[in-house]
Structures are given as C-alpha cells and as structure tokens.
C-alpha cells in the first residue's frame, strides 16, 4: 500500500512540483521581461512622440501636406502621436515574443519564433488596410461629388458602396497576406463582388429601365434645341 | 514635357525657314471645326488684307489631329477680294497649318502658335477660335491694331452676350479677377485676344503645359500673365460674340475644374501682385460700340435648383470642409427656400467663392474633389441669377454683375485676412 501510496500517487505530484519548481524562474523571468518591456514600450513611445514634437516633425508634416493627406484620409491623430503608438506597439510585440521565449519551453519558443516571422506579414497586412482605408475614403468621396453633379438621387449609396468594395478588397487582401482562409477569402472575395456586380445589374435593369430606355432613345435620336434641358453657355 | 525644340514638325520647321520674318500672326486653334473654320479664315484674310495690306502676315492653323477634314478647309479657304472692295492687296499671306503636341486641349494648341510667333519674330499677334459664326474682317483690326498702332501688349475681346450666356465668367472668373488684379477686363476668359510679339515670347517661355492652363484654363492664364507681368492691357469692342453651338451637358464640373483651378492657382502664384490691390480701375475700350440682337439662351432653373439641393444635403459634409461656419449657414438657409424666393445672394456668393479659394490653397480637400463640388453651388448661384434677371434686359442684367463684382471687391478684405490666415506657421 505504502509503495502504491510512493510510486502511483507520490511521485507523479512530487515530479510535477519540480518541474514547477525548476519552471518558476523562467515564469518570474518572463512576467520582469513582459513588466520591463510594457514600461520600456510606454515610455520610448512616450518619449518618441515627445522629440518628435520638440523637432517638428508636425510642422514639417504640415509644410508637406502630410497631415492634410491623413486628414482627408480621416485619421485626425498628428503624425507625432501616430509614429509614438506605432513604437509603443512594435516594442511591446517584441517583449511579449521575449517574455515568451524566457519560458523556454518547445512548443512556446516555436510559436515565439513562428510569431516572429510573422510579423513582416502583420506590418505588411497593416500597411494594406491603412492604404485602402486612405484609397477607400478618396474613392467615396469622388464617387460622391461626381454622382451629386450627375443628378444621381442616390448619390450617397453609391459612394458608401464605393467606399465600402474598397476596403472589401483591402481586407481580403490583408487576410490574403496573413494566409488567414486564404481559399476562403478569395473564393469568398470573387463571390461576392460577383454577387454585387450581378445585383446592380439585376437591379438597375429592373428598376430603371424606363430610365435607361429614355436615356438611349435621347442618345440614339437627333436631338433638336427644344429637347435639350438648356443651351447655357458657361465659358 | 515636350521641349520646344520638338514641339514643331520637320514641315513646320521648313515652312518658317521659308518665311522668314513677319509683322502680324494670326493663330486659329482647332479640332473638328471644318464646319465653321472657313468662315473664320476667310474673315481672317479679308481683315489682313483691308486693314493691314502693307504687313507681312502669316496665318497659323494648330489642329488637334482633326478627323473631319478641318486643315484642309484651311488650306481650300480663298476670299473674293474683288467683291469686298479690296484691291491693293500687296504682300501675300502666308499659311502654316499643323499639328500640335501635348496634352489635348486649347491650350497646347496655343503652345504651338506661341512658339512659331517667336520663331518669325512677329510683331503682333492675334488668336480666335475656329467656331465663331460672328466674326468678321474688323476683328482683326481691332485686335491687332491697338498693339501695332498704340503700344498695347494684349488686347482682350468686348462682346455683346446674351444675359446667359458665359455664366462662369459673369459669376466667378469677371468679378475675381477684377476683385484680384484691379483690372475692369469684362471678358478675361473671351477666347480671341490680340498681343504683342513680346508677350508672346513671354507665353512661350512659361512651363505651364501639363496643367489646367493647356486646355480650358489657357484663356484666364494669358489674361492674368499679361496683368501680373505689367503689360499695357486694352478691350476691343468686337460686337456679338456667336459661335457653333456645342452639347450643352459637356462635363461642367471639368470646365469649372480647368477655368476656376486655373484661376486659383494663378491666386497662388501671384499673390504678391493681388494682395496688396484694393480697387479696381476701368481698362481702355477701342472700337465703335453698338447695339445688337444675341440669340436667345434656354434655361431650365427647376433642374439647376434641383441640382443644388441635393448637393445641400449629400455633399454638405464636404461644403463644410470648403467654407466657413458661417457661409454655410447662409447656404442652408436656402434648403427650404421656394422657388420664387429663392435667391443666393451677392455677398454670399462672394464668400463662397472666396472660401473656396482659401480652401484650395489649404488643400483642405484634393484640390480636383474642391473644384468639382463647386458645380452645385454654382448652379445655385446661376439658378438664383436667372430668376432675378429674367424679367430684365441685356443691358439691366449687365447692371447685375457689375453689382457683384462690386462685392467682390467689398469683401476683399476678407479674403486677404483668410489668405494670409491659412499661411502655414513657420
């Protein structure tokens, strides 16, 4: 009984205790590394956007009509502030993969190591959606203007659908990029966009088919001065 | 860029080595115009022959790559001088007629006409578009004369026009420049301008040719040139101004792109000419002035209302960008408004335009999206206009604009203190 008690019960609890025990330095190694990366992240980001004010990076920005650009983009953050939580983030990436690989643990330093190979896809992924948010606002809004000029009634469902299939592309482009569902994301994209294409059509042919049948009959017919809806001269 | 080595063709090239020197050029832009360039030609070589008889002219047809015949209309063109009384024609007018390079426009047609001006050395100069149906053989004496005979630089056309026709000069382009440079030239964007051969060597020198300037914007350019550059500036009073009519939906929203972006941007590049202007002075009127019947304009106001109603309310976010707080108010006021109440008023109007152009310099937008949401608040404006002056003549609606343009300069101070506002902080 007592040996049963030793081998069976005993030693199973008293090895797992060790290996605890030889554990716990590297899990105290990684809460100091993750503490002292969180508070060195914080503070460079700090710090950066802090030096990057004092030398003017913002005037500079102003003077070149980058903030302008963000501006139109819709970001309304300085490009102090933005590079200051880029730095802030990216520093805490690389401690959380440090505090990680402290744990020296297989499985865990695999995935650290895997994490950071990764992360030329993350930044290449974010650089696509920050673009395509950029390009996305940009197209809605030349989409807009053009559709009011036009007379179009439904001038901002068509910018916001504008809008909206940019940054549908952006996303899937980005998941492509991170290798998330790539088949998915593509089969999903095609579908989609196909889907949209099919259903204005549908739509558009169905609805306005009086519209575009006066739109062709104006077209196709000589058109006399008294037809037209007026001979303003602008120039 | 095309160099200006190459922007001549070989032909060219050896027709002005032919040539030699000249006193007078005569430049005719065109593309498609074989319907009413003839007549433009012929008028041109009636008006060289009866006025200026003893100059060496030569006559410059810069073509678009034209499908319907139109050089070889140029080149088929003869006048009956018999019949017009005309018989001591002496020289013999020269004909250049060629392509142009570049991006297509009027503008780049211009180039060519600029260069070959300062390659024959002329004197004096005229340009007139190849659609006129009005012109006739005194246009030319009275363009080229007051530079020949007076020692003017540029002489920009006077014409009689219907109440609406030419409304972007009327609301915008008259009234700011004039605002701007102090000069009362009432069509600064006329289309048919005389010049010295110095301001054209001066046109030919400038490298404007891949922007607003090479197509529709090339008329406020050389006006403005010719004003910031200090040259002596005349009108000529040419009569009515008819010309082939063209689609009337023609891309609004590109026109006012071209004009008004070339308008703003000249603001930009001479602001230390037109900030310090505070008034303006009458310019020097040759011709004999009188009366005459325009065509009449049709206008459809429900459309144009439409038009600027829907840009209150879809196009508002981007307004608010643009202009200022308080302009908008006074815009909005406007959304409920009935039609015969309905009325965009002259100071607003100028600070629409106002803000617009600060707008642009701030490039608070990209600067094409500012210019095309301009359309609807002009259309506002030219809607508002047509339902005041439709009960008025010709001659009272031109009492209108005058009215506006006095605003514009009312309210200048305004847009000098929002100028130097928007500069950027060192």
Avoid at chain 2, 228 to 250: E, N, T, W, Y
Wanted: charged share 20%; aromatic share 8%.
């Amino acid at each position: 009984m007592r040996e049963f008690w030793e081998t069976a019960l005993l030693a199973p609890l008293i090895s797992l205790s060790e290996r605890t025990l030889a554990l716990l330095p590297n899990v105290l190694a990684m809460l100091i590394i993750l503490l002292l990366g969180w508070a060195l992240a914080w503070g460079v980001g700090l710090a950066m956007e802090r030096v990057l004010r004092i030398v003017g990076l913002d005037r500079l920005s102003n003077r070149l009509g980058a903030t302008r650009a963000l501006l139109r983009g819709g970001v309304k953050a300085d490009p102090s502030h933005l590079i200051g939580r880029t730095t802030y983030w990216l520093l805490l990436a690389f401690a959380v993969i440090s505090a990680l690989t402290a744990l020296n643990l297989q499985p865990i330093n695999e995935f650290a190591h895997s994490l950071l190979a990764y992360i030329p896809y993350l930044l290449t992924a974010a650089t696509i959606l920050v673009v395509g948010y950029l390009l996305s606002n940009f197209v809605g809004q030349a989409v807009l203007i053009t559709a009011v000029n036009a007379g179009l009634p439904p001038a901002r469902t068509v910018a916001a659908l504008s809008r909206w299939g940019v940054q549908l592309v952006a996303v899937a482009m980005a998941l492509e990029q991170l290798g998330i569902a790539r088949n998915i994301v593509v089969v999903g994209f095609g579908l989609s966009l196909g889907g949209v294409v099919l259903a204005g059509a549908i739509a558009f042919g169905l609805g306005a088919k009086d519209l575009a049948k006066a739109y062709l009959e104006q077209r196709l017919s000589e058109r006399t001065s008294h037809q037209s809806s007026d001979d303003l001269r602008h120039l | 860029m095309t160099p200006a080595a190459t922007l001549l063709t070989v032909e060219t090239e050896a027709r002005l080595r032919d040539i030699g020197e000249v006193d007078i050029l005569i430049g005719i832009p065109s593309y498609n115009n074989a319907r009413t360039i003839g007549h433009v030609v012929r008028a041109v070589m009636a008006g060289l022959a009866k006025y200026f008889s003893n100059r060496r002219a030569v006559l410059v047809n810069s073509d678009g790559g034209s499908s319907d015949g139109t050089p070889d209309v140029v080149a088929r063109a003869v006048v009956d001088y018999g019949a017009m009384l005309i018989s001591d024609r002496q020289g013999l007018l020269e004909k250049i007629i060629t392509p142009y390079q570049g991006i297509p426009g009027k503008g780049s047609a211009f180039r060519t006409i600029f260069e070959i001006a300062r390659r024959v050395n002329a004197k004096a100069c005229a340009v007139v578009d190849s659609d006129l149906r009005s012109i006739t053989p005194e246009w030319i004496e009275l363009l080229i004369g007051p530079v020949l005979d007076q020692g003017y630089d540029y002489v920009a056309p006077y014409y009689l026009r219907h109440k609406y026709d030419g409304t972007i000069t009327n609301s915008i382009v008259y009234p700011l420049t004039r605002a701007l440079y102090g000069r009362r030239i009432r069509q600064p964007i006329g289309g048919d301008f005389g010049f010295s051969g110095a301001l054209a060597q001066h046109y030919a020198n400038k490298h404007v040719w891949e922007s607003e300037v090479a197509r529709f914007g090339i008329d406020i350019w050389m006006t403005t040139e010719a004003i910031a550059s200090g040259a002596r500036v005349c009108q000529s009073f040419l009569g009515a101004k008819i010309h082939d009519p063209k689609d009337p939906s023609a891309d609004l929203s590109a026109m006012l792109v071209q004009v008004v972006g070339a308008v703003f941007a000249l603001m930009e590049e001479h602001q230390s000419v037109w900030l310090d202007v505070s008034s303006s002075e009458p310019v020097a009127l040759f011709g004999f002035q009188y009366g005459v019947g325009v065509e009449p304009v049709h206008v459809n106001v429900d459309r144009m209302l439409l038009n600027f109603r829907q840009g209150l309310t879809d196009l508002e976010s981007i307004w608010r960008q643009m202009l200022t707080a308080d302009t908008m108010e006074g815009l909005l006021s406007l959304k409920d408004c009935p039609l015969q109440s309905f009325n965009i008023a002259d100071d607003l109007w100028t600070r629409v335009i106002y803000d617009a152009a600060v707008s642009t310099q701030r490039q608070v937008l990209p600067k094409e999206h500012a210019l095309k949401a301009l359309t609807s608040l002009y259309l506002g404006r030219t809607a508002s206009f047509v339902l005041e002056t439709q009960a008025l003549t010709s001659m009272e609606a031109e009492d209108r604009i005058e009215l506006l343009a006095q605003s514009f300069e009312r309210q200048k101070p305004y847009l000098v203190q929002r100028w130097h506002e928007s500069a950027i902080p060192e």
